[in-house]
């Protein structure tokens, strides 16, 4: 199952990394506390439209550009699901583990 806070934050943080900014320069700009910042680039925290878009702000990156990477991530994630998913499964010899 995708998690659109994990994806967003991977792209938040990827955009940031880019850029060579630190966690504390981007909070400043968007002037939002450090620590709140963080949560939502480790995809711990869901943020805000209006929260996002002051991130999106103060890493002078479009919202849709940023929306636009989190569809294509989320797309990437559902496909590998569903291809594990088709995987069969192997290893298994008829025994259980509490009888082996």
């Not at 934050?9 to 880019?18: C, D, E, N, P, T």
């Not at 850029?19 to 400043?28: A, F, I, N, P």
């Not at 569903?82 to 995987?87: E, F, I, Q």
Request: one cysteine or more; hydrophobic letters at 45%; proline letters at 2%.
């Amino acid at each position: 199952m995708v998690l659109l806070r994990h994806e967003l934050g991977g792209v938040l943080r990827a955009h940031r990394r880019r850029q060579g900014r630190t966690l504390r320069e981007v909070s400043q700009r968007a002037a939002v506390s450090l620590g709140y910042l963080s949560e939502v680039e480790r995809g711990e925290k869901e943020a805000s439209s209006e929260l996002l878009a002051a991130i999106c702000d103060a890493l002078e990156v479009p919202l849709s550009a940023v929306l636009n990477d989190v569809s294509v991530r989320a797309a990437e994630v559902e496909a590998m699901t569903a291809a594990l998913a088709d995987l069969p499964v192997t290893g298994t010899s008829g025994v259980s583990a509490s009888a082996a």
